[in-house]
Structure formats: C-alpha cells, structure tokens
C-alpha cells in the first residue's frame, strides 16, 4: 500500500494486475479560503491557500487491489517500453 504520490518522473503501478491508468484515490487537504458572502447569503470564494493534505489509500479500478499499488520509473520519451504485454513490443 502506498500514500506517496507520484511526481514527474513516477507513476503509479498495480503489481497485482500491471494496470498503469485507473486508480481510485482518496485523499485529504486542508486549506485556506476567503470567502466573500454577498448580501443574499451567496458564498463565493476568492482566495485558496493549500496548507496541507496527504493520500490515505490508492486502489487499482482493474482490479481492486490496494496492497499492490508501487511507484515506479516513468518510462524516458521515445524509449521502447520496459515491460512487455503492457504497451510495448514484447
């Protein structure tokens, strides 16, 4: 099971079933708002600061899985892909 969450040369990967796309996350932030209320009682924010938040659980939408859930090396633009049956030229 993992909480971090990828970045720019990561992604998310099922060990179970090699799903590299669908994922339900759940997640929580805490922010800052400023919120403008007009003389009808009608809220509109204005200003957003995040000032926290992390993820709790990733969950494969193939298969389900959430104990399987790995970052991994994105792969590099125009390489052939590392893992045969997912993409590549096996």
Known sequence: MTSAVPDARSRWRCAHCGNLTRFDV???????????????GE??????E?????????????????????????PEPGAPEAEPGLGGTP
């Not at 193939?62 to 399987?68: E, K, P, V």
């Open 26 to 40: 759940v997640r929580t932030t805490q922010v800052r708002e400023f919120w403008h209320v007009d003389l009808a």
């Open 50 to 74: 995040l000032l926290g938040g992390g993820v709790q659980t990733v969950t494969c939408r193939w298969c389900g899985a959430s104990d399987a859930i790995e970052i991994v090396a994105r």
């Open 43 to 48: 809220p509109v924010v204005e200003e957003s």
